[in-house]
T-cell receptor, first 112, second 114 residues
Framework: GENVEQHPSTLSVQEGDSAVIKCTYSDSASNYFPWYKQELGKRPQLIID?????GEKKDQRIAVTLNKTAKHFSLHITETQPEDSAVYFC???????????FGKGTMLLVSP | EPEVTQTPSHQVTQMGQEVILRCVPI?????FYWYRQILGQKVEFLVS????????KSEIFDDQFSVERPDGSNFTLKIRSTKLEDSAMYFC????????????FGPGTRLTVT
């Protein structure tokens, strides 16, 4: 099955700084890579995703990059704000399946 | 915007009791999932359901677990004889099409087994 590793487990930044979270995956045939944000006690919510036919995708302050050769993808948040504080999960499906394997999560703390 | 809904929001049960967690997926979605999240840990896949049958299940989803879509709207997860280690947040999710699309998560049911 798919194995997803995520680093770091916690990340503390000052407001306005950038934050980068990295994930690696094991199944070279995986073709879809979502990132979810989970606030305390809430549901995971998709914030951005990327498919394997592109190397980068941006949505305002959030971007995701994908390196298929190295089997890793990263979440980049620029100009961080306190409301970005949450746990972020990367995920990947096993090739041919839709079910997601999640990373262990990164707790992002943005200090004002 | 349509959302996945789940009931109850919190369920407390005694060890050995049966529980049924209920979900109403988004109406035109075709794929349905149950995930669980033990407090402070990652989200773990339990089972996926498509075309009125289980399409995939994890090693967590043993004989104590079952899923049903009893009518055109509800999707249920039953745990026959709960154990202490079943205590977790259970999320239902649905997806409109096949692989490579967003899975929409429900708000979760917190199950506490005492």
């Amino acid at each position: 099955g798919e194995n997803v590793e995520q680093h770091p487990s916690t990340l503390s930044v000052q407001e306005g700084d950038s934050a980068v979270i990295k994930c690696t995956y094991s199944d070279s045939a995986s073709n879809y890579f979502p990132w979810y944000k989970q606030e305390l006690g809430k549901r995971p919510q998709l914030i951005i995703d990327i498919r394997s036919n592109v190397g980068e995708k941006k949505d305002q302050r959030i971007a995701v990059t994908l390196n298929k050769t190295a089997k890793h993808f990263s979440l980049h948040i620029t100009e961080t704000q306190p409301e970005d504080s949450a746990v972020y999960f990367c995920a990947a499906p096993r090739a041919g399946y839709s079910t997601l394997t999640f990373g262990k999560g990164t707790m992002l703390l943005v200090s004002p | 915007e349509p959302e996945v809904t789940q009931t109850p929001s919190h369920q407390v049960t005694q060890m050995g009791q049966e529980v049924i967690l209920r979900c109403v997926p988004i109406s035109n979605h075709l794929y349905f999932y149950w995930y669980r999240q033990i407090l402070g840990q990652k989200v773990e896949f339990l089972v996926s359901f498509y075309n009125n049958e289980i399409s995939e299940k994890s090693e967590i989803f043993d004989d104590q677990f079952s899923v049903e879509r009893p009518d055109g709207s509800n999707f249920t997860l039953k745990i026959r004889s709960t154990k202490l280690e079943d205590s977790a947040m259970y999320f239902c999710a649905s997806m409109p099409y096949g692989t490579g699309y967003e899975q929409y998560f429900g708000p979760g049911t917190r199950l506490t087994v005492t």
